[in-house]
């Protein structure tokens, strides 16, 4: 059975394990957003007698690592740099055998670790990068001036508590063995005879179990940094001295020795880093300082690639050529394109019976209000889809409904529309999932404040609608035509604009009642016209009203002069009812056999269950039906986005 804390994070599978922890992939169901779950490991069944030392000093340390963990919570909680992870809540929880439980919820986090950055940088033949060596080691610079400032320590900088995430932005991560320096500090916390920290990166002053203050971390960041520019870290233990030895006595070696092309100001600071005297060190704010100038050397991540500081980087491995980190330098502000997550490796094809199964919990996971999950099932399974175009448009369809109910209508737009012109290559305008497709895509493409795209997908919906029994798919048409009227005032039609408001008011009136919120915003939305119109010098006035729904059944072969405007632009033929977003209404399943023969049942089935739910609204009067118009030319291709929104949606 799933895991839940506090009623709302369900704890899925183990990212790793720390030395008092257990971090996991997690899911936050109240915000509908991924985290990651740290918790404290539950306490083993203590091998002793209650009264034994054994069993005091096993219990003694169970009781350390709370503490341990609750302050990381603090100081963690405390920190709001971009280079640390958030930290989003924190609770306890009583397990069944009476052990009490702490965890934390955190950013998850998306990138890769320096370790890992360094375990496959080959420094024979193409090394990082200067650049990126400054960078990297600016940002932790950066970090550490600020939690320096509240007197927290991190003591255990090393590339392996270092994450680059999308868009070269660097994460410093674990603060969890801070120690915290000044009033109200419990400096029993933390023992003074445990060594803390890893050795090739720890002090001399850590070495010796002195008092670790904010200089210990700028020697770990210029052991660090050294690693960066050479491959290699400062110092390895010799047969005849260890490597505690080294940090105390042997003089840092020069990154310029190891590495010719090392800027000299750049080998200065890392020697400076690398002082035996704590006093001797640099701040991390002079650090970061000495470190900016070098963090944009050479070309950007688009110039030509060589070797040493003309920026040759790793080999990119699965994402890794969007975590640039001189990036920030060089576009602070600007936020990197995302990036589709590559499909996970080892899966085959999707059969019927997994692919019945994934649209199920899909939905499932929508009725449930959890629209990202679903976004991730149906991205996967549309990759894994491939080999069946009529399974992959229903995926498709239901994806670009799943982006719509999440409110990310740029990309639902775009679904939707690709989805919507490849049903129509093989079914009647009046097809379920034609009319869905386009409802959706218009009413994403209105969200986002693009007319010209809206305005054909909500009037072929229109035109097209089946409102002869009135209930939801008449409330529909209503609520796509007040949309339509906001559409074509946005595009400079104010006379159409109203026409439409005009025609649509009884209709409302009928169906909500004439004092009902809605045919008060219709007014206010008339009213609206009327007085731009006026403030622009146009004679308009209540009585000069269009009293016709000219606009509402004009052909799209027959362009609209508008009225009594300064703007002689003629109103679109895509504009009127009867212009779709294109098809042919001869184009059937019928007429294209062969791999779409089993279109019908599998393209159908999509848009059942997840169509709307109705809300049983009064009777409509149904829409007066157009004259019947020739098929519009096909609409310009655009292109297809990786995510949609699903049939449950609702309408915006």
């Known amino acids: 059975m799933t895991e839940l804390l506090a009623g709302r994070y369900r704890v899925d599978g183990l990212l790793g394990r720390g030395g008092m922890s257990e971090v996991y992939h997690g899911y936050d169901e109240?915000?509908?957003?991924?985290?990651?779950?740290?918790?404290?490991?539950?306490?083993?069944?203590?091998?002793?007698?209650?009264?034994?030392?054994?069993?005091?000093?096993?219990?003694?340390?169970?009781?350390r690592d709370r503490k341990r963990f609750l302050r990381e919570i603090r100081v963690t909680a405390q920190l709001e740099h971009p280079g640390t992870p958030a930290v989003y809540d924190t609770g306890a929880e009583t397990a069944p055998d009476g052990t009490t439980r702490l965890w934390l919820v955190m950013q998850l986090l998306r990138g890769s670790t320096l370790e890992a950055l360094l375990n496959h940088a080959d420094y024979d033949s193409s090394p990082l990068s200067t650049a990126w060596a400054a960078a990297i080691a600016a940002q932790i610079a950066a970090v550490l001036a600020d939690v320096h400032r509240v007197d927290v320590v991190h003591r255990d900088i090393k590339p392996g508590n270092v994450m680059i995430t999308d868009g070269g932005l660097v994460k410093v991560l674990d603060f969890g063995i801070a120690i915290l320096r000044g009033a109200g500090a419990l400096p029993r916390l933390t023992q003074v005879d445990r060594t803390v920290g890893t050795p090739a990166y720890m002090s001399p002053e850590q070495c010796l179990g002195q008092v670790v203050t904010a200089a210990s971390d700028i020697y770990s960041l210029g052991c660090v940094l050294l690693e960066l520019l050479t491959g290699d870290v400062p110092f390895f233990a010799t047969a005849d001295r260890p490597l505690r030895s080294h940090h105390l006595n042997t003089p840092a070696p020069s990154a310029r020795s190891r590495r010719a092309d090392v800027p000299v100001e750049l080998d200065m600071l890392v020697s400076s880093m690398l002082a035996k005297d704590p006093g001797a060190r640099p701040t991390a704010a002079a650090a970061y300082e000495a470190l900016l100038p070098l963090t944009t050397t050479g070309p950007g991540p688009d110039g030509p690639k060589g070797t040493g500081?003309?920026?040759?980087?790793?080999?990119?491995?699965?994402?890794?050529?969007?975590?640039?980190?001189?990036?920030?330098?060089?576009?602070?502000?600007?936020?990197?394109?995302?990036?589709?997550?590559?499909?996970?490796?080892?899966?085959?094809?999707?059969t019927?019976?997994?692919?019945?199964?994934?649209?199920?919990?899909?939905?499932?996971?929508?009725?449930?209000?959890?629209?990202?999950?679903?976004?991730?099932?149906?991205?996967?399974?549309?990759?894994?889809?491939a080999h069946d175009p009529a399974l992959q448009l229903q995926l498709r369809h239901l994806l670009g409904a799943a982006l719509f109910f999440a409110g990310e209508y740029t990309r639902a737009a775009a679904v939707l529309d690709a989805a919507g012109r490849d049903y129509r290559r093989y079914f009647p305008p009046n097809d379920p999932n034609v009319l869905h497709c386009a409802y959706h895509a218009g009413h994403a493409y209105a969200e986002t404040g693009k007319p010209d795209q809206a305005l054909p997908q909500l009037r072929f919906y229109v035109q097209n609608a089946d409102t002869s029994e009135g209930g939801d798919e008449a409330r529909k048409v209503l609520e796509t035509r007040f949309v339509i009227a906001q559409m074509l005032a946005a595009e400079g039609y104010p006379d159409e604009a109203l026409a439409e408001l005009q025609a649509v008011r009884p209709l409302l009136a009928e169906a909500f009642g004439s004092d009902s919120t809605q045919v008060r915003n219709l007014d206010k939305q008339a009213a609206r016209l009327r007085t731009t119109q006026l403030q622009r010098g146009l004679a308009y006035s209540a009585a000069s009203?269009?009293?016709?729904?000219?606009?509402?059944?004009?052909?799209?072969?027959?362009?609209?002069?508008?009225?009594?405007?300064?703007?002689?632009?003629?109103?679109?033929?895509?504009?009127?009812?009867?212009?779709?977003?294109?098809?042919?209404?001869?184009?059937?399943?019928?007429?294209?056999?062969?791999?779409?023969?089993g279109a019908s049942r599998r393209c159908r089935s999509a848009s059942r269950g997840n169509q709307p739910r109705p809300t049983s609204p009064p009777a409509v009067t149904p829409l007066p039906e157009a004259a019947p118009e020739a098929a519009p030319e096909e609409a310009p291709e655009r292109a297809a986005v990786t995510r949609p929104r699903p049939s449950g949606s609702r309408a915006p």
């Open 545 to 597: 009203w269009p009293r016709t729904r000219a606009a509402s059944t004009m052909s799209p072969d027959q362009p609209h002069a508008p009225q009594k405007q300064t703007n002689t632009r003629s109103c679109p033929a895509q504009y009127s009812h009867t212009s779709p977003c294109p098809p042919s209404a001869s184009d059937s399943a019928a007429a294209h056999p062969g791999q779409y023969r």
């Open 309 to 350: 500081t003309a920026g040759k980087k790793a080999s990119p491995r699965g994402g890794e050529e969007n975590r640039d980190p001189t990036r920030p330098f060089r576009w602070p502000l600007l936020a990197p394109a995302t990036v589709r997550r590559a499909r996970v490796e080892g899966r085959g094809r999707l």
């Open 352 to 385: 019927d019976a997994e692919a019945g199964l994934l649209q199920d919990n899909a939905r499932a996971l929508l009725d449930s209000d959890h629209p990202s999950e679903a976004i991730s099932l149906l991205e996967e399974g549309i990759e894994r889809a």
């Open 30 to 63: 109240r915000l509908d957003r991924r985290v990651a779950i740290k918790v404290l490991r539950p306490s083993a069944h203590v091998p002793a007698a209650p009264d034994s030392p054994e069993a005091v000093e096993i219990l003694d340390a169970l009781d």
